[in-house]
C-alpha cells in the first residue's frame, strides 16, 4: 500500500494544531495518519497520509470551505509502504495537562518519571492530548479531582485509555470501567493501563453506548467522561443521564465550538447544569453537574 503525504508550513502554534484537527475530525474519509510538529524556531508543520488507493485528494480544496483561516499550500509527494501511524505518533512531543504529562515511548528518557507521567503509544486508538478534546478532558479531570473524591467513574469511548489513566492517578480508590465501541481501541487501551501500573484499577469493556452489561452493573456513576462526537452525545443523553448520580460530574468532549449550544440545551434538558464550558483550538469541553 502507497500513500500521498501532504504537508504545509505554519508560522502560527495554533494555526497549525487547528488545521491538523480539521484535517482530522472534519474531511472524510480523514487522514490513515497525522502529524503536528514544530519544525525550526516559529515554524510548525502538519503533515497527512492518505491511502492512494482510496482516491485523489485535494486537501486546500476541502479545507478552504471548512475552516476560518487562510491556508499555506500543501506540498505532495508519494511514500511507499510504511507504519505511518506508529511513525507519527513518534513525532509527538510530550503534552502539559495540568499536574499530568502525557508522552510516548519516544520521550521516556527526557520525561521525569513521578506519579502523574502517563506514557501513550496511541497506535491505532485516539487520545494522545494532542487534540484538543482529549487535552480539555484532562485538564477537567485535573481540575475536578482537586477538590472532589468520586468513587464511581465511567470513561465512555475511552480509546487510548489515557483519561481513565489520568483518572486512576488522580484518585487511587476510585472504582474505573472505561467502555469503546471499538475492540482495536479496547486493545491498546489495555497496554497502556499495563504500562501505566493501573491494570489492577481499571475494568475496560468493548460496547457501545452503555449497554455492557459490565457498565449496567456498575452504574449509576458519580463522575462520567465522555469524549466522543456531538450527534452520539445527543443521541446517547437519555442513557447517559439514567447513568449519573443526584449531584454527579458529567464531563463531554468530541463537540465542536458551534455545536456546544444543541449539547447544552439536550444536557440541560435531561436534568443538569451547565457548570463550565471551555474551548480550545475550535473544540469546546462542557462540565455539568446532575441536579
Not at 505554519?10 to 490513515?32: C, H, I, K, M
Not at 483519561?163 to 479496547?186: E, F, N, W, Y
Not at 465542536?256 to 483550538?281: M, N, W
Request: hydrophobic residues 45%; proline residues 7%; contains cysteine.
Amino acid at each position: 500500500m502507497a500513500f500521498r503525504k501532504f504537508a504545509a508550513v505554519f508560522n502560527d502554534r495554533s494555526l497549525a494544531y487547528a488545521t491538523g484537527n480539521a484535517v482530522q475530525d472534519l474531511l472524510e474519509p480523514p487522514p490513515d495518519a497525522l502529524t503536528v510538529f514544530e519544525d525550526g524556531p516559529d515554524c510548525w508543520r502538519v503533515e497527512a497520509y492518505f491511502d492512494i488507493d482510496a482516491g485523489e485528494r485535494d486537501l486546500a480544496a476541502e479545507l478552504t470551505p471548512l475552516v476560518a483561516w487562510p491556508l499555506p499550500a500543501f506540498e505532495t509527494e508519494t511514500v511507499p509502504e510504511l507504519n505511518w501511524v506508529a511513525i507519527s505518533q513518534a513525532a509527538l512531543p510530550p503534552v502539559p495537562a495540568g499536574r499530568f504529562t502525557i508522552h510516548g515511548s519516544h520521550d521516556s528518557g527526557r520525561v521525569a518519571h513521578g506519579p502523574n507521567a502517563i506514557l501513550i503509544d496511541a497506535g491505532e486508538a485516539f487520545g494522545t492530548a494532542h487534540h484538543a478534546t482529549t487535552l480539555g478532558c484532562l485538564l477537567a479531570i485535573d481540575r475536578l479531582t482537586r477538590g472532589r473524591a468520586f468513587k464511581n467513574m465511567l470513561d465512555l469511548g475511552c480509546g487510548s485509555g489515557v483519561l481513565a489513566i489520568a483518572a486512576a492517578k488522580a484518585m487511587p480508590h476510585t472504582r474505573i470501567i472505561a467502555a469503546d465501541m471499538d475492540p482495536q481501541s479496547v486493545k491498546v487501551a489495555t497496554d497502556n493501563v499495563r504500562l501505566n501500573g493501573a491494570g489492577g484499577r481499571i475494568a475496560l469493556v468493548v460496547g457501545s453506548g452503555l449497554a455492557h452489561p459490565r457498565v449496567r452493573e456498575r452504574a449509576p456513576f458519580d463522575f462520567l467522561v465522555a469524549n466522543i462526537l456531538a450527534g452520539p452525545l445527543i443521541y446517547l443523553s437519555p442513557s447517559i443521564a439514567r447513568a449519573v448520580v443526584p449531584g454527579g460530574t458529567l464531563v463531554l468532549s468530541g463537540i465542536l465550538i458551534p455545536q456546544a449550544p444543541e449539547v447544552i440545551a439536550t444536557y440541560l434538558a435531561h436534568g443538569f447544569s451547565l457548570v463550565r464550558h471551555d474551548r480550545i483550538t475550535g473544540w469546546s469541553t462542557l462540565t455539568f453537574r446532575r441536579r
